[in-house]
């Protein structure tokens, strides 16, 4: 193992933007057995495609995924604390969208940020390597990688939290065929005695062993649900249009974050709180234009739209509104169709 190479790493890894940096063994995770729990208790919803063999058995062992992986680089850069930034009065016809998104798309700057890593250490090593990338892109438990490598602990919102920078953190990862210096995993559980972000979810999703019932999550009913928006849900969404910070935005370990967040990620090029009439007008070259390079692509805009209309119906009535939702019934999607339908009941 190489001490030298590792600070030069960690040195590199900061100029670069990220704000933690650590390193684990490609060995087989900790809370694989939760995982696999929760995979067989059916809480991952819809998305099938966490529960293949061939995911199961790269999540259990990276070198399935790089064969010589012999290090694995657990990293973790900062996005806004919207307690810090979303203005204190807000319009009551406003969405909300999770703050993480408001900035460029994390699968694009992070992978560039990264490939720029692996090129600097390659440099100063003077050899190239194998390695792999990975930032929400595979089957990785990326959470249970980043305790592993010292980063924080995962809290009962599931969040990685870190003690002083608190959990408003993307995480990613790189495998290496080279041998690092490995840090302490974080083994304390800091959340203590403490229950506030499951009393303050909404739907209620917040389970036992750090897991969630991702299909009642309103992060997955608003982002990945492809259908129909069921109705329990629909009242409690409030005003998210884009994913939910609410388990995060109560956590205390988020009180005391500074707003020193990289810049890539800073709340300009999405506003943090969308007016809800000017989404609906949105079709979807205007909605493509006005979210390009940001999360929000992954919605589309019917989702988006879906989700627009649901907002609104939970932000009271007007005469204004009532006829916007009136015109929805025009648009050739029939899931926007169905969910203005729906509001407009609300209001009848
Ligand atoms: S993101 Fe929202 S819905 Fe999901 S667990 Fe957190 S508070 Fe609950
Ligand atoms: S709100 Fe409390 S219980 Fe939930 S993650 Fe934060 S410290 Fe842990």
């Given at each position: 193992?190489?001490?030298?190479?590792?600070?030069f790493?960690k040195?590199?890894?900061r100029r670069l933007?990220?704000?933690?940096t650590?390193?684990?063994?490609?060995?087989?995770?900790?809370?694989?057995?939760?995982?696999?729990?929760?995979?067989?208790?059916?809480?991952?919803?819809?998305?099938d495609?966490?529960?293949?063999?061939?995911?199961?058995?790269?999540?259990?062992?990276a070198?399935?995924i790089?064969?010589?992986?012999?290090?694995?680089?657990?990293?973790g850069?900062?996005?806004?604390?919207?307690?810090?930034?979303?203005?204190?009065?807000?319009?009551n016809s406003?969405?909300?969208?999770?703050?993480?998104a408001?900035?460029?798309?994390?699968?694009?700057v992070l992978?560039?940020?990264m490939?720029?890593?692996v090129?600097?250490?390659?440099?100063?090593?003077?050899?190239?390597?194998?390695?792999?990338?990975?930032?929400?892109?595979?089957?990785?438990?990326?959470?249970d990688?980043?305790?592993?490598?010292?980063?924080?602990?995962?809290?009962?919102?599931?969040?990685?939290?870190h003690?002083?920078?608190?959990?408003?953190?993307?995480?990613?990862?790189?495998?290496?065929?080279?041998?690092?210096?490995?840090?302490?995993?974080f083994?304390?559980d800091?959340?203590?005695?403490?229950?506030?972000?499951?009393?303050?979810?909404p739907?209620?999703?917040i389970?036992?062993?750090?897991?969630l019932?991702?299909?009642?999550?309103i992060?997955?009913?608003?982002?990945?649900?492809k259908?129909?928006?069921?109705?329990?849900?629909?009242?409690?969404?409030g005003?998210?249009?884009?994913?939910c910070?609410?388990?995060?935005?109560?956590?205390?370990?988020?009180r005391?974050?500074?707003?020193?967040?990289?810049?890539?990620?800073?709340?300009?090029?999405?506003?943090?709180?969308?007016?809800?009439?000017?989404?609906?007008?949105l079709d979807?070259?205007?909605f493509?234009?006005?979210y390009?390079?940001?999360?929000?692509?992954?919605?589309?805009?019917?989702?988006?739209?879906?989700?627009?209309?649901?907002?609104?119906?939970?932000?009271?009535?007007?005469?204004?509104?009532?006829?916007?939702?009136?015109?929805?019934?025009?648009?050739?999607?029939?899931?926007?169709?169905e969910?203005?339908s729906?509001?407009?009941?609300?209001?009848?």
């Amino acid at each position: 193992m190489c001490q030298s190479l590792t600070q030069f790493i960690k040195t590199e890894s900061r100029r670069l933007g990220f704000s933690l940096t650590g390193v684990t063994t490609p060995d087989p995770p900790p809370h694989l057995s939760t995982f696999e729990n929760w995979l067989a208790l059916g809480r991952h919803a819809d998305m099938d495609y966490l529960a293949t063999e061939r995911s199961l058995q790269r999540r259990a062992d990276a070198r399935c995924i790089l064969p010589g992986c012999r290090s694995i680089l657990a990293l973790g850069i900062r996005y806004p604390n919207p307690a810090l930034v979303t203005p204190a009065a807000e319009h009551n016809s406003t969405g909300r969208i999770a703050a993480y998104a408001w900035g460029l798309d994390y699968h694009v700057v992070l992978p560039e940020k990264m490939e720029a890593l692996v090129h600097s250490i390659q440099t100063h090593i003077g050899y190239a390597f194998p390695y792999l990338c990975y930032t929400d892109s595979g089957p990785i438990l990326e959470r249970d990688l980043a305790q592993q490598a010292g980063l924080g602990w995962i809290g009962k919102n599931t969040c990685l939290i870190h003690p002083r920078l608190g959990s408003y953190i993307l995480l990613a990862e790189i495998l290496l065929g080279i041998e690092l210096e490995v840090d302490t995993p974080f083994e304390a559980d800091r959340c203590g005695t403490c229950t506030r972000c499951i009393q303050a979810c909404p739907t209620g999703c917040i389970l036992p062993g750090r897991t969630l019932d991702a299909s009642r999550c309103i992060s997955y009913v608003s982002i990945e649900m492809k259908t129909s928006i069921p109705l329990e849900f629909r009242p409690v969404m409030g005003n998210w249009v884009f994913g939910c910070d609410i388990c995060q935005m109560v956590c205390p370990w988020n009180r005391f974050t500074s707003p020193d967040e990289d810049a890539f990620f800073s709340p300009n090029r999405v506003a943090a709180a969308p007016v809800l009439m000017e989404e609906l007008a949105l079709d979807a070259q205007a909605f493509n234009q006005k979210y390009k390079n940001t999360a929000l692509m992954r919605a589309r805009r019917n989702r988006y739209l879906r989700n627009v209309i649901v907002a609104l119906a939970n932000s009271g009535y007007s005469e204004e509104k009532f006829r916007s939702l009136k015109l929805m019934m025009n648009d050739p999607n029939p899931l926007i169709k169905e969910h203005a339908s729906w509001a407009m009941a609300q209001w009848t």
